[in-house]
């Protein structure tokens, strides 16, 4: 029993590049929300390493807006001197081209990153 194969490789690719492209743009975002925490990660710790050398925050919260737009930058406490920790807090939202609209409501991921040096 011989059968007339045409038009099989049309239905096998029609269903398959669906989920290539899934796949391909899934490693995109990881990549992009990998790429964004690493640049976050740097920022805030450059912003720290300013307020080692007796910065103030407002010249600081300055600093991490320019360096990280659309950022929110957290600097606890307001007021160093010699011997105290400051902490800096980051936090960055980004949208996936992905629309996760049933695990994350507002479709976007928010990224932070801390770090807390002392001052000398």
Do not use: W
């Not at 990660?41 to 307020?51: L, P």
Request: no cysteine; charged share 20%.
């Amino acid at each position: 029993m011989i059968r007339d194969e045409k038009g099989q490789s049309i239905v096998e690719t029609a269903l398959v590049i669906p989920l290539l492209l899934l796949l391909i743009i899934g490693i995109v975002d990881v990549g992009k929300i990998i790429y964004t925490h690493s640049t976050l990660q740097y920022i805030t710790q450059q912003t720290a390493r300013e307020a080692t050398l007796g910065r103030n925050v407002s010249e600081l919260e300055q600093f991490a807006n320019q360096q990280a737009n659309n950022s929110r930058v957290s600097i606890q406490p307001d007021i160093t001197s010699s011997g105290d920790s400051v902490t800096v807090k980051i936090q960055s939202e980004i949208e996936p081209l992905i629309p996760f609209d049933k695990l994350f409501p507002s479709n976007s991921i928010t990224l932070s990153s801390t770090s807390t040096v002392r001052i000398e």
